[in-house]
């Protein structure tokens, strides 16, 4: 999987994420998308994880729905966190174990 897929579970925290702080905003997506200047249907694709996001996205985003980009990147890692706690531990087999 390419390091960009919009499949990568992060993507989808992200894209979920970005659709509470609109919520939160109280905006409707007609009204986020003219304020971040796309369609509706590309800001119902970014939330619905189905469009790549990227840093600018964000940045824009934040400052339209007033959140500091510090917090937003705080609780995405946080966010990050608890997923990786979650996931099973992934070992390589492919290295000779020592001894």
Known sequence: MKATSVHRPEHKILAMMLRELRLEA???QVE???GLGISQT????VEIGERGIDFLF???ACRLY???IEDFVAGFKKA??????AAPRIV???KKRPG
């Open 26 to 28: 109280g905006l409707t």
């Open 32 to 34: 986020a998308a003219e």
């Open 42 to 45: 590309g800001l119902s694709d």
């Open 58 to 60: 964000v940045f824009d």
């Open 66 to 68: 007033d959140m500091p």
């Open 80 to 85: 990050l966190g608890r997923k990786a706690k």
């Open 92 to 94: 390589r087999r492919d």
